[in-house]
């Protein structure tokens, strides 16, 4: 079993920044694509930023230039920065991770969320 544990998330006022942190954990033996997504009230999860196992990363483009996804492979964990904040990216952000947890099975793949944080833009 996986866990994803977030953290980060809080208020801030437009045009501010925060950075988000997701750390995987139990049984991994290593971890490809990683995602962030989120969820804003009465609209479906939306796929905000993705970082492949190599460092390619991919945005939405909304918000292409403001936002950057990181990882650290060595401790299993993935970071958003978000600056220029709007209130249009006020969500609960979910970190997701494609993880391959048997060495001798290394084309099968696990998908696990984290429990999410709160990031909530608004002066």
């Known amino acids: 079993q996986v866990q994803l544990v977030e953290s980060g998330g809080g208020l801030v006022q437009p045009g501010g920044s925060l950075r988000l942190s997701c750390v995987a954990s139990g049984s991994i033996f290593t971890i490809n694509n990683m995602h962030w997504y989120r969820q804003a009230p009465r609209k479906e999860r939306e796929l905000v930023a993705t970082?492949?196992?190599?460092?390619?990363?991919t945005y939405t483009d909304s918000v292409k230039g403001r936002f950057s996804i990181s990882r650290n492979n060595g401790q299993n964990m993935v970071s958003l920065q978000m600056n220029s904040l709007k209130p249009e990216d006020t969500a609960v952000y979910y970190c997701?991770?494609?993880?391959?947890?048997?060495?001798?099975?290394?084309?099968?793949?696990?998908?696990?969320w984290g429990q999410g944080t709160q990031v909530t833009v608004s002066s």
């Open positions: 997701n991770a494609n993880v391959v947890s048997d060495r001798r099975y290394p084309y099968r793949t696990g998908s696990y």
């Open positions: 970082i492949t196992a190599i460092g390619t990363t």
